[in-house]
């Protein structure tokens, strides 16, 4: 009950918070869905941003109908939907612009794991490390509410530390699958960045 709490109060601040990580875990594609650029990248119709906004509105009325949410990935059950949406082009487009946003964060995610072929032991290093990314970034969100301003320093040197010990455990050939998988650059909004 309690996740079901957090997600449907934290469901509109993703939508805010557009690609910042200023949340624990991994950012949802409905937050990229969210952006213009994003929109005009994946060359999305009015019928799927129609869909899409009727998914997001379903969400904030009643999450309990997107299933039990991952604390490491709040919007998972969500974006379960929002890719049905789209076409297979746009649903691998979107997988590589969330794997930016992400970056190696995202290798925590089961099945980036295993597009990577990580072994039962890297895997488990790389889920710990997520979760000791969940818990600093959920230290530097306690201390907002106390003093009313992010420490977006320690917020980037937190990223860059769990970005790095991640990379650091990938292979030299599983280093380059990662980039392959991430597809063409693009360039996110730098709204609030």
């Avoid at 890719?83 to 980036?112: K, T």
């Avoid at 306690?142 to 320690?154: G, S």
Wanted: charged share 30%.
């Amino acid at each position: 009950m309690k996740r079901f709490f957090a997600l449907s109060v934290l469901l509109p601040f993703f939508s805010v918070a557009l690609c910042q990580h200023m949340m624990p875990g991994l950012n949802g594609k409905i937050v990229l869905l969210a952006m213009l650029e994003v929109k005009k990248e994946l060359k999305l119709t009015k019928q799927q941003e129609d869909q899409i906004r009727e998914i997001q509105q379903k969400a904030q009325k009643d999450p309990t109908g997107f299933g039990m949410p991952d604390m490491h990935y709040m919007l998972k059950p969500i974006d379960v939907k929002v890719v049905e949406v789209l076409d297979e082009g746009q649903r691998a487009r979107l997988q590589e612009l969330w794997l930016q946003d992400n970056g190696p964060l995202a290798i925590s995610e089961p099945s980036v794991a295993a597009t990577l072929e990580l072994d039962e032991a890297t895997t488990g290093k790389v889920k710990e490390i997520g979760k000791e990314f969940d818990r600093a970034s959920m230290d530097l969100l306690m201390a907002v509410q106390r003093t009313h301003k992010m420490d977006k320093p320690a917020m980037e040197k937190l990223q860059k530390d769990t970005n790095d010990k991640i990379l650091a455990l990938l292979s030299e050939g599983q280093l380059k699958k990662w980039q392959e998988m991430l597809g063409k650059p693009f360039k996110f909004p730098k709204v609030g960045r």
